[in-house]
Each structure stands twice: as C-alpha cells, then as structure tokens.
C-alpha cells in the first residue's frame, strides 16, 4: 500500500501562492487518481481537485482557473499550485488515492496528516 504524505502549506497573504507535495512512499505510476481535499474545523472535508492516470483533472467550481493539480510519476509526486488564494482557502489540505470509473470519483485510500493552509486577509 503506498503512503501519500503531504507538505508545502504555510501562511500566505491573500492573492498569493502556494504549491503543495504530496509525495508517496513508492511508485504512484499505477494509482488511477489522487486527490486533493481541503477541511475547516466543523465541516467536512471538501474535495477540491483530482489528478486522473489518463491525463484528465477534474476541479471543484470555487477553484477552477485559481488552482492547478498535476502529477510527476518520477518523483513519485501530486502537486497542487494554488494561485490567487482567498481567506476562504485556508484549511488542512489532504492528498488521497481513489479510482475514477465512469466518471465517479471513489477513495480506495487512507487519510494523512494533511498541511496546514492560512490564507489572510
């Protein structure tokens, strides 16, 4: 089973950039899709982007043409670039493998430690 651990948050002022790893214990060649996930105390987890194996991304609405999810099977690593960051992006941020058939996304992973993402006003 591949471990997917996170890193890359930290404080940012609003209209700013972050980018977040997260990177596996071995191979993720063969993982058909990983996502990203934001929490806020209180509420549930929110799924914000997907990288598929075939080359396809999938974004929530609030963060379409602001964030960019990628993979580099190489090093074993997802990214998340988060441009124009908004007070409203700040959480914990989650990476976590799934599959993706027939167009439905499903988890088949466990939860990390997740980064902490502020994002200040």
């Known amino acids: 089973q591949v471990q997917l651990v996170e890193s890359g948050g930290g404080l940012v002022q609003a209209g700013g950039s972050l980018r977040l790893s997260c990177v596996g214990s071995r191979s993720i060649f063969h993982i058909v899709a990983i996502a990203w996930y934001r929490q806020v105390p209180g509420q549930e987890r929110e799924l914000v982007a997907v990288?598929?194996?075939?080359?396809?991304?999938k974004y929530a609405d609030s963060v379409k043409g602001r964030f960019t999810i990628s993979r580099d099977n190489q090093k074993n690593t997802v990214y998340l670039q988060m441009n124009s960051l908004k007070p409203e992006d700040t959480g914990v941020y989650y990476c976590?493998?799934?599959?993706?058939?027939?167009?439905?996304?499903?988890?088949?992973?466990?939860w990390g430690q997740g980064t902490q993402v502020t994002v200040s006003s």
């Open positions: 990288d598929i194996r075939d080359g396809n991304t």
């Open positions: 976590v493998k799934g599959t993706w058939d027939m167009g439905k996304w499903s988890i088949n992973g466990s």
